[in-house]
């Protein structure tokens, strides 16, 4: 009985030993990924349409299992009216109408799948391929750094419909919870890019959970300004950049991955994150709150048969890219295969009250080559030194992808949730 204590003693050290080990990277007693994601979106098999979607939805309407439904051109839901999706639905984008679907100012979405029945977005084509339809956008009225508080998209649309930004941190716009966007990111001449999910101006109050933005030719991920919180996303195999925030967002994203490719890419810059507080200088108010991210248990991992190789012939690049003017905090993620892991911007001044802005603490940088570089200095000492110190717990290593997650190959039902073994690897350089 005497050895009860020690024994109860060692039994928490344990225990505590094991969850601190699992909390780099994706977290979860068991694979969150499991049942409601797709990771091979072109073999599964839709019923034909048999309900459309156009024009402008302006009272409240619900979409049914039962149906099929084709969106077609740029639908809008309008006049404060709430569009809400049932369990299971899917929507087929149409390519030749180039559909996408706003969700303006003031109205909302309510999109909430199951585990087990998740809700689709997808192509209408028979063989899909990225960029066959526009995507989703969401804007409400929370606030953006731009002057004016107020600004639309663009991708050829109503400019009267697009319009997002305002003073309300709390607005809400619905919720998106166990929904899969695929193939969207349409192209439109003269006007850019269509993104998976574009978030403008979007209050707290909105809720985003277990969502899976699958082969865009766009950022998987968009957005300008508003105040959000993400938890449980997934970006697979975007032509872009995975997960982009701009013009003042305040962001906190939790628990969520992006699995890249070397041979998908864009021309316009392909990466995991991307943190910007403007485009141009000129556009913002520099008195409002600028860019900044809290990303927490986050994986950006390089899905590739031979990294090294793809690394020498320049098919890979950072994963984050960190822009002037923004900030971040960075902690208990993993950056895996990456050219390197972080890439500052040529404007940021390397000294303590901008590093202090850029935090990556208790981190795990895997197999990158390179970890924290300015852009266009090949000498990173001294962000070596600074992130390498004992006191931010950040752990540099070599180790293979298959080595270093569950189950990185599985191709149905892959697990990258990080190798308990693993944390215990060196920190050396």
């Known amino acids: ?49 048999n309900q459309i979607l156009a024009g402008s939805i302006s009272v409240n309407t ?54 087990t029945d998740p809700i689709v977005f997808t192509s209408n084509r028979g063989v899909r391929k990225a960029g066959d339809w526009g995507g989703i956008i969401i804007l409400g009225d929370a606030p953006i750094n731009k002057f004016g508080n107020v600004s639309s998209v663009n991708f050829d649309l109503d400019n009267s419909l697009t319009s997002y930004g305002g003073t309300n941190p709390s607005s809400n716009s619905g919720i998106l919870k166990y929904v899969r966007i695929e193939f969207a990111g349409k192209s439109i001449k003269d006007a850019g890019v269509f993104n998976g999910l574009l978030l403008g101006g979007v209050g707290n109050k909105t809720v985003f959970e277990n969502i899976m933005v699958s082969y865009c030719a766009g950022d998987s991920f968009e957005v300008f300004g508003g105040e959000v919180v993400l938890n449980k996303l997934v970006s697979f195999k975007s032509s ?10 305040q962001c906190r994203i939790d628990n969520s991955i992006a699995i890249r490719n070397s041979y998908i890419s864009s021309n316009t810059g392909s990466r995991c994150m991307d943190i910007a507080s403007y485009d141009k200088k000129s556009e913002v108010d520099f008195t409002k709150k600028q860019t900044l991210v809290t990303a927490t ?33 960075f902690k208990r993620s993993v950056i895996s295969g990456f050219n390197p892991a972080v890439l500052l911007d040529n404007n940021i001044v ?28 090949s000498n990173n000492d001294d962000l070596e030194s600074w992130y390498g110190s004992s006191a931010f717990f950040n752990v540099f290593a070599k180790s293979d992808n298959k080595e270093t997650f569950i189950d990185f190959a599985n191709e149905k039902k892959p ?7 693993k944390i215990t690897a060196s920190n050396n350089h």
């Not at 080990?21 to 797709?38: M, P, R």
């Not at 603490?361 to 200095?377: A, L, P, V």
């Not at 697990?415 to 073994?421: A, P």
């Open 350 to 377: 390397i000294n303590n009250a901008n590093l202090i802005k850029i935090k990556f603490e208790d981190m795990y940088f895997n197999f990158c080559n390179g970890n924290i570089f300015t852009e266009f200095n």
């Open 297 to 329: 248990n986050l994986t950006f991992v390089n899905d590739s048969d031979n990294l090294s190789v793809d690394i020498q012939k320049g098919l890979v690049k950072e994963a984050v890219h960190i822009g002037d003017n923004a900030s971040i905090v």
């Open 415 to 421: 697990d990258f949730r990080l190798q308990l073994s």
């Open 62 to 115: 619900k979409l049914y299992k039962k149906n099929v439904y084709v969106l077609q051109g740029s639908v809008f839901v309008t006049n404060n009216a709430v569009l809400t999706i049932e369990p299971g639905t899917v929507i087929l984008g149409d390519y030749d109408s180039k559909a996408s679907l706003t969700i303006t100012r003031g109205a909302s979405i309510i999109a909430e799948g199951l585990e």
């Open 240 to 249: 872009s950049i995975d997960y982009k925030f701009n013009y003042g967002t």
């Open 1 to 49: 009985m005497k050895k009860l204590p020690q024994i109860l003693v060692i039994f928490l050290l344990g225990v505590c030993s094991v969850n601190a080990q699992q909390e780099k990277g994706i977290i979860g007693s068991s694979n969150w990924l499991n049942y409601w994601t797709e990771f091979r979106p072109n073999k599964v098999e839709y019923s034909e349409a």
